[in-house]
């Protein structure tokens, strides 16, 4: 029997929780000058190449049993990411975090409506926290008329609850180098499409950030290429900190960790920006934790909602 390790694993999930943190936080300088598909399609590329690698020195195998598993969760995911990415060009890291952790929401709400899964009182009372929360984090783009970069976060949560569900249905048995690689691949050729795209049909691109999603591919600058590389590597190790730590303890205990990643995220915001956490986003973000927290702790809920970043 293993030995659980939860102080272990709260370290290595806390390690993961800043590095990616603190890596997302420069999106926005990658935003200034270079364009969605280009960071995907580059970060991408040197993720397959780290997967690689790593495979090679501990022998671990590539190989896929459910290719169109594989490929369709690989998808979802990476749509989510795209999503995702596209936020932190305008909005602060903690904001957006917020609502990708909508995900495990998000996944009691599809299990009940889309297979009849019974929900227990803890699992209700998660729900409106989760819901509160996010609105409260979000502020007025939430509830009132609503900016597409104020809402894509939890657009963001809700693809990648349905990549978590399709992990558990779809990938059963998959390797994680495997799943990893398929997420990196699909992120790579949403990138290659998009500046293909972009390239056959050019659009007007704003200057800056503004520009991050329509600007297709450019020259990348030593800037670019430092964040860009910094990107795939801090994700790469980030998640292979997250992924240890959910090998030494339980599933339940170590998706309460991860939640670090939101008061990390505001932390670096602070630091690098001068981005401070308003009480009303910072009550939000308690209540989007402890939402999490009771679904994790209930006993009907412990499959665990991997991290992929």
């Not at 297979?115 to 926290?129: I, K, N, Q, T, Y």
């Not at 609105?135 to 693809?159: C, D, I, Y």
């Not at 910072?282 to 991290?307: D, H, N």
Request: aromatic share 12%.
């Amino acid at each position: 029997m293993k030995q659980d390790q939860p102080y272990a694993a709260g370290a290595m999930i806390a390690g993961y929780a800043a590095i990616v943190a603190f890596t997302d936080n420069y999106v926005r300088v990658i935003a200034e000058e270079g364009g969605l598909w280009q960071f995907h399609a580059m970060r991408g590329a040197i993720a397959l190449g780290l997967i690689g690698l790593v495979a090679w020195v501990t022998g671990q195998s590539l190989r896929v049993r459910r290719p169109w598993g594989v490929a369709g969760r690989s998808a979802i995911h990476g749509l989510a990411m795209l999503i995702y990415f596209g936020a932190l060009a305008f909005l602060p890291v903690a904001q957006v975090a917020a609502g990708l952790f909508m995900a495990p929401i998000f996944v009691l709400v599809l299990g009940r409506l889309l297979h009849g899964r019974r929900m227990g009182l803890w699992s209700v009372l998660a729900v409106g926290l989760g819901f509160a929360g996010v609105l409260l984090v979000l502020g007025p783009n939430a509830v009132g008329g609503a900016s597409v970069a104020g809402v894509l976060p939890v657009v963001a949560g809700l693809f990648y609850a349905l990549g978590n569900m399709a992990t558990r249905d779809w990938c059963e048995g998959e390797g994680a180098l495997v799943l990893l690689g398929g997420f990196f691949g699909a992120l790579c050729l949403f990138g290659c499409v998009g500046m293909g795209v972009l390239w056959l049909w050019p659009v007007d691109v704003a200057a800056g950030a503004d520009g991050f999603i329509a600007r297709g591919a450019v020259w990348p600058s030593g800037t670019f290429l430092f964040w860009t590389v910094a990107q795939a590597v801090g994700s790469m190790v980030g998640v292979g900190l997250m992924i240890r730590g959910y090998q030494v303890t339980t599933a339940a205990r170590a998706s309460v960790y991860e939640y670090a990643l939101l008061p990390a995220s505001a932390f670096w915001g602070w630091v690098l920006w001068a981005e401070g956490v308003t009480p009303v986003a910072g009550l939000g973000m308690g209540l989007i934790t402890l939402a999490g927290v009771l679904i994790a702790l209930a006993p009907q809920e412990r499959s665990p909602v991997a991290s992929l970043q």
